[in-house]
């Protein structure tokens, strides 16, 4: 059973950095790529970045480009978003998740983690 299990999520003041971490299990990610999402209060889910797995090539949206860095241990399974320069529009609930190269959608997805970020 694939499980994918964020940590890292809280408050923090603007201009603060925090760092997210997904701990994937249950099935090995070569051919996934392994990305985050995000959901403000009241907006749609978006994308925030992703990495593929295989090569480490990643991809971020306009908005978190320069801010935002993801990064992985192979060893432990895990990928991390690391978030400098937040504002208060980063404030969401963020999403880890699994996408096979070519699908359109993840088909994993974790429980998601909270970050609150205070002007």
């Known amino acids: 059973q694939v499980q994918l299990v964020e940590s890292g999520g809280g408050l923090v003041q603007a201009g603060g950095s925090l760092r997210l971490a997904c701990a994937a299990s249950?099935?090995?990610?070569?051919?996934?790529?392994m990305g985050w999402y995000r959901q403000a209060p009241g907006k749609e889910r978006e994308f925030v970045g992703r990495?593929?797995?295989?090569?480490?090539?990643?991809v971020y949206a306009n908005s978190v480009k320069g801010r935002f860095t993801i990064s992985r241990d192979n060893a432990k399974n895990t990928l991390y978003l690391q978030m400098n320069s937040l504002n208060v529009e980063d404030t969401a609930v963020y999403y880890c998740?699994?996408?096979?190269?070519?699908?359109?959608?993840?088909?994993?997805w974790g429980q998601g983690t909270q970050v609150t970020v205070s002007s």
């Open positions: 990495m593929i797995w295989s090569s480490g090539i990643t």
């Open positions: 249950g099935r090995t990610f070569n051919g996934y790529d």
């Open positions: 998740a699994a996408r096979q190269i070519l699908s359109r959608e993840p088909a994993y």
